[in-house]
């Protein structure tokens, strides 16, 4: 059997691509880790044809939903085990995630004869321990519910809750901004040995300095785009990729006046943020992602669903944002 070889090239240009943790669910008749396995598997495939084209390739995911499951059954399971801090909830869903990406990846570069070597790689993500997120949280984790038994939630188990753009209401916990990723010399240096990476999943594990420089963890769920900008920025990254749950970013989200944007700049990115068209929490973060990085050096920016990716990136279906 001829095994085509992945060499190892410095110069190909780095795409980054950030898998939403809501992408793995295709509804709410498909949320287990079977199901969120399939979706992997077939998000594999469409992530395949970009490395075969020559790109170097990061790939980052999120976990709301996955780490909000995981702290559920920590909570009904409280009086029979100990529950689980939210900064291992999200070390879980890194290493389960990157697990499922990362033997997808394999099994279907295996299936089509190619030589690539594939590694999940635990992250480590600093903030600080006075970022504002800690006394207002905003990122909803977990699955969707209705007011009621949001607000039943709220009053019985001292959850923070919000309603997620107009999908259905979920508990909101701290997001604080990333400020560095311990792992990114591993990082580079396993990209630039010609290894597909899958890193930052989750946005990473939150961890503070304390006052001698040992790392702790901190109870919050980072925002995976901004985690993927800063690791994109860092790493020279020409391409940003969000995918996401949406074929395109729309003005008037959920209205009958919704209108999908093929391209955008970083000007009209921020004339639409003024105008409050992009929910906190959903397609807010992405944006301001995006524009971090455009402003930062990246070339592009392209949001969309897994199943629209291409080889070719300026043939992917969804919304082309450049500065």
Known sequence: ?????????????????????????????????????RVAGETAGYIVPIVKQG????????????????????????????????ANCVADTQGSIGMQIAQSLQNEFQRQNFE?????????????????????????????????EARQREAEDGWVVGEDAGRGWRRLVPSPTPQKIIELPAIRTLLNHGTLVIAGGGGGIPVVYRADGALRPRPAVIDKDATSCLLASELGASLFIISTDVDKVSLNFGTQE????????????????????????????????????????????????????????????????VA
């Open 55 to 86: 790109y170097r390739v990061l790939i980052t995911h999120g976990n709301g939903p996955q780490v909000g499951f995981i702290l559920l059954r920590s909570e009904l399971a409280r009086d029979v085990i100990h529950q689980v801090p939210l």
């Open 258 to 321: 919704q209108v999908e944007i093929d391209n955008l700049t970083v000007r009209e990115c921020r004339q639409h943020l003024a105008a409050g068209h992009f929910a906190a929490g959903s397609m807010q973060p992405k944006i301001e992602s995006a524009i971090a990085f455009l402003e930062q050096g990246g070339e592009e920016v392209i949001i969309t669903q897994p199943h629209n990716l291409r080889a070719d990136p300026h043939k992917i279906c969804g919304t082309h944002i």
């Open 116 to 148: 690539q070597q594939v590694a999940a790689l635990v992250t480590q993500v600093v903030v600080d321990e006075q970022d504002p997120s800690f006394t207002k949280p905003s990122k909803p984790i977990g699955p969707f519910m209705g007011e009621v």
């Open 1 to 37: 059997m001829t095994i085509l070889k992945q060499d190892s090239n410095l110069e190909a240009p780095l795409v980054v691509i950030a898998i939403g943790g809501n992408s793995l669910i295709k509804d709410h008749e498909h949320m287990d880790v079977l199901d969120q396995y």
